[in-house]
């Protein structure tokens, strides 16, 4: 789960790390009153993407007139990002403190695949031209693993901050700052703790001029205060009707729906949907355990999406009965009006008794022995009503 900028920065103020002043707001009136408060000021779109301020949402005001102005302009505009081609609504902006500095760095803390435990990401090129710097300048990039076990020592900042070149008088403030990094990813089940910039102020402070701070999703039982700051506004609006029916989905932006139980299984079907010549419009997981009522769901929520031109169900039953998926897909198709190609592959448990549902539903249900023949019935079904 993400959060927005002014959403991470108080949760890095709550464990020490060091942000600048200022709020939200949702009205342009309200960035003029917050802005009397902090004289000059920078108004920044909230959006879950980086890249904003190449796309037109970080903006100086200098007086609160203008930040009245930029907000006015700003809220409810379509940002576009690399990250975001297609843009996303500015439905708030934060009215934070101007800060001069003389230095940028990047500072993060993520999961460590290799190691089995977290590690400190960092690069004395920081700000908007980090990624390339990862790409084009590797050596550039300073890596420090942590144990989950023993957790962050102090000399791991001091080494850190001595190989980004961090001032001496500064090295004490940089491991305690670290240190809060470490402890919030850990005690609020993190995926990303992300500082860019981590600025050296005028003034010879470190301040995080920029904050993002992504979740665990599967941890998130465990903390009701960070559900509390989900927007669903944010969200692709299948991904977040999925979430209320424990299904694992991703919208991708190909043509061939796929309905798959099981994670690997649906890597898979991914993958050889895109050997044959298209490309998956989701990733649709339902899991082990699915019920007739979750499979109905998972079936309207592809037929929802308007790009998609075919449908590939691609079950090996195991936990997960074929019967129980036949009864869903029949169920959903009945309901919403099937009226693109579904293309099924069922094998494993109870997979006579599944064909038998669909066989008898009526449905123009197009089978496939295998998972390769399901891929090509797929596309070429798609491809035939493609070109209707």
């Given at each position: 789960?993400?959060?927005?900028e002014?959403?991470?920065?108080?949760?890095?103020?709550?464990y020490?790390?060091?942000?600048?002043?200022g709020?939200?707001?949702?009205?342009?009136?309200?960035?003029?009153?917050?802005?009397?408060t902090l004289?000059?000021?920078?108004?920044?779109?909230q959006?879950?993407?980086?890249?904003?301020?190449?796309?037109?949402?970080?903006?100086?005001?200098n007086?609160?007139?203008?930040?009245?102005?930029?907000a006015?302009?700003?809220?409810?505009?379509?940002?576009?990002?690399h990250?975001?081609?297609?843009g996303?609504?500015?439905?708030?902006v934060?009215v934070?403190?101007v800060?001069?500095?003389?230095?940028?760095?990047?500072?993060?803390v993520?999961?460590?695949?290799?190691?089995?435990?977290?590690?400190?990401?960092?690069s004395?090129?920081?700000?908007?031209?980090?990624?390339?710097?990862?790409?084009?300048?590797?050596?550039?990039?300073v890596r420090?693993?942590?144990?989950v076990?023993?957790?962050?020592?102090?000399?791991?900042?001091?080494?850190?901050?001595?190989?980004?070149?961090i001032?001496?008088?500064l090295?004490?403030?940089f491991g305690?700052?670290?240190?809060?990094?470490?402890k919030l990813?850990?005690?609020?089940?993190?995926?990303?703790v992300?500082?860019?910039?981590l600025?050296?102020?005028?003034?010879?402070?470190?301040?995080?001029l920029?904050a993002?701070?992504?979740f665990?999703?599967?941890?998130l039982?465990?903390h009701p205060?960070?559900?509390?700051?989900?927007?669903?506004?944010?969200e692709d609006?299948?991904?977040?009707?999925a979430?209320?029916f424990?299904?694992?989905?991703?919208?991708?932006d190909g043509n061939?729906?796929?309905?798959?139980?099981?994670?690997?299984?649906?890597?898979?079907?991914?993958?050889?949907i895109?050997k044959?010549?298209?490309?998956?419009?989701?990733?649709l997981?339902?899991g082990?355990?699915?019920?007739?009522?979750?499979?109905?769901?998972a079936?309207?929520?592809?037929?929802?999406?308007?790009?998609?031109?075919?449908?590939?169900?691609?079950?090996?039953?195991?936990?997960?009965k074929?019967?129980?998926?036949a009864e869903?897909?029949v169920?959903?198709a009945?309901?919403?009006g099937?009226?693109i190609?579904?293309?099924?592959?069922?094998?494993?448990?109870n997979?006579?008794?599944?064909?038998?549902?669909?066989?008898?539903?009526?449905?123009?249900?197009?089978p496939?022995?295998?998972?390769?023949?399901a891929?090509r019935?797929?596309v070429?079904?798609?491809?035939?009503?493609?070109?209707?």
């Amino acid at each position: 789960m993400k959060i927005h900028e002014y959403q991470a920065k108080e949760l890095m103020g709550a464990y020490g790390i060091p942000v600048p002043g200022g709020s939200v707001a949702e009205t342009p009136e309200e960035a003029r009153e917050i802005a009397k408060t902090l004289g000059k000021c920078v108004i920044k779109a909230q959006i879950h993407s980086g890249g904003r301020g190449k796309g037109g949402g970080v903006k100086v005001a200098n007086t609160p007139d203008e930040a009245y102005e930029i907000a006015e302009k700003m809220l409810g505009m379509n940002l576009v990002t690399h990250q975001c081609p297609d843009g996303k609504i500015v439905h708030k902006v934060l009215v934070t403190d101007v800060c001069s500095y003389k230095k940028e760095y990047y500072l993060a803390v993520t999961g460590d695949n290799e190691h089995a435990g977290l590690v400190i990401v960092a690069s004395a090129e920081g700000g908007t031209e980090i990624e390339d710097t990862a790409k084009n300048h590797p050596e550039l990039i300073v890596r420090e693993p942590v144990s989950v076990y023993e957790g962050f020592h102090g000399y791991q900042g001091i080494e850190v901050a001595r190989r980004l070149g961090i001032p001496a008088e500064l090295r004490k403030d940089f491991g305690k700052l670290l240190a809060g990094m470490v402890k919030l990813y850990l005690e609020k089940d993190c995926s990303l703790v992300e500082i860019n910039p981590l600025v050296e102020t005028s003034e010879g402070k470190l301040l995080a001029l920029d904050a993002k701070v992504n979740f665990d999703d599967n941890a998130l039982f465990r903390h009701p205060d960070v559900m509390e700051l989900r927007d669903v506004l944010e969200e692709d609006p299948k991904e977040a009707r999925a979430k209320e029916f424990d299904l694992n989905y991703v919208s991708l932006d190909g043509n061939i729906g796929c309905l798959v139980n099981g994670a690997g299984l649906a890597m898979a079907t991914m993958d050889i949907i895109r050997k044959f010549g298209a490309k998956p419009a989701n990733f649709l997981d339902v899991g082990g355990s699915a019920t007739t009522e979750r499979v109905t769901r998972a079936f309207e929520l592809l037929l929802s999406d308007s790009r998609v031109e075919a449908i590939m169900v691609n079950i090996f039953g195991g936990i997960m009965k074929c019967d129980v998926i036949a009864e869903g897909i029949v169920a959903a198709a009945k309901t919403t009006g099937l009226s693109i190609p579904l293309v099924v592959r069922l094998e494993g448990t109870n997979v006579d008794l599944g064909k038998k549902i669909l066989d008898e539903s009526g449905l123009a249900i197009i089978p496939a022995s295998d998972m390769a023949d399901a891929a090509r019935k797929a596309v070429a079904a798609a491809s035939e009503g493609g070109a209707k």
